[in-house]
């Protein structure tokens, strides 16, 4: 299995409203990151997990919330969203340290109302 | 931390020409040099990636360049087609012993070929 797996790949949300964004891989990586990609822009990294445990908080606000269950799983938790917060949210995994077969799941195109 | 830089941002061809998109980066340490091809609407995908134990590296029409003494490396896509058309990045990694691993993404360059 040489996939990363996003759920769900659409969803619109209200200001107030939670919900969470999850990304799977069974690719043996130790690195799992979550990036907020703006059309025409590059992705924008948010948050890298290594070994299960958060390594770089990129001065993400609060209300991004990640969450790494195992060694396969990673969460992105969001609450109290507002409009600019519209993204594509791409989640990733790799080969620790040197970044080997860095790849890329199929993202959720988040839209916040 | 590493910086990336990616030339052009846009270029147009005429299909059957060739292609060229450049970086450098600034942390001689980096080992690692993928290309990504995002089309509009779709993830980021993984095209062709050189270590920097090789100079050259070649699959089909793709093939990337890397000059370490240089610090840059380079996408060269042959007879392109249409369905080249797409976003193209390139990225470079760094390593930090208190923060680990991270990649760092060009600006992007708009590939365009015109049929």
């Given at each position: 299995?040489?996939?990363?797996?996003?759920t769900p790949k659409h969803l619109v949300m209200g200001m107030t409203n939670k919900k969470s964004l999850k990304c799977e891989?069974?690719?043996?990586?130790?690195?799992?990151?979550?990036?907020?990609?703006?059309?025409?822009?590059?992705?924008?990294?948010?948050?890298?997990?290594?070994?299960?445990?958060?390594?770089?908080?990129?001065?993400?606000?609060?209300?991004?919330?990640?969450?790494?269950?195992?060694?396969?799983?990673?969460?992105?938790?969001?609450?109290?969203?507002?409009?600019?917060?519209?993204?594509?949210?791409?989640?990733?995994?790799?080969?620790?340290?040197?970044?080997?077969?860095?790849?890329?799941?199929?993202?959720?195109?988040?839209?916040?109302? | 931390?590493?910086n990336v830089e990616q030339h052009p941002s846009t270029l147009s061809v005429q299909e059957g020409d060739?292609?060229?998109?450049?970086?450098?980066?600034?942390?001689?340490?980096?080992?690692?040099?993928?290309?990504?091809?995002?089309?509009?609407?779709?993830?980021?995908?993984?095209?062709?990636?050189?270590?920097?134990?090789?100079?050259?590296?070649?699959?089909?029409?793709?093939?990337?360049?890397?000059?370490?003494?240089?610090?840059?490396?380079?996408?060269?896509?042959?007879?392109?087609?249409?369905?080249?058309?797409?976003?193209?990045?390139?990225?470079?990694?760094?390593?930090?012993?208190?923060?680990?691993?991270?990649?760092?993404?060009?600006?992007?360059?708009?590939?365009?070929?015109?049929?």
């Amino acid at each position: 299995d040489t996939e990363v797996t996003q759920t769900p790949k659409h969803l619109v949300m209200g200001m107030t409203n939670k919900k969470s964004l999850k990304c799977e891989q069974h690719m043996g990586h130790r690195a799992m990151y979550w990036y907020k990609q703006k059309a025409k822009k590059p992705p924008e990294l948010m948050f890298v997990y290594s070994y299960e445990k958060l390594s770089i908080n990129e001065s993400v606000p609060s209300r991004f919330s990640p969450e790494c269950p195992n060694s396969s799983l990673l969460n992105l938790h969001l609450h109290a969203l507002q409009p600019e917060d519209s993204a594509l949210y791409l989640c990733a995994s790799s080969q620790l340290d040197n970044n080997y077969g860095y790849t890329f799941g199929s993202g959720t195109r988040l839209t916040v109302v | 931390g590493e910086n990336v830089e990616q030339h052009p941002s846009t270029l147009s061809v005429q299909e059957g020409d060739s292609a060229v998109i450049k970086c450098t980066y600034s942390d001689s340490a980096s080992n690692y040099f993928p290309w990504y091809k995002q089309e509009l609407g779709k993830r980021p995908q993984l095209i062709i990636d050189i270590r920097s134990n090789v100079g050259e590296k070649k699959d089909q029409r793709i093939a990337v360049t890397l000059n370490k003494t240089a610090k840059h490396f380079s996408l060269h896509i042959t007879e392109t087609q249409p369905e080249d058309s797409a976003v193209y990045f390139c990225a470079a990694p760094s390593w930090r012993e208190t923060s680990g691993s991270r990649l760092t993404f060009g600006e992007g360059t708009q590939l365009t070929v015109n049929p």
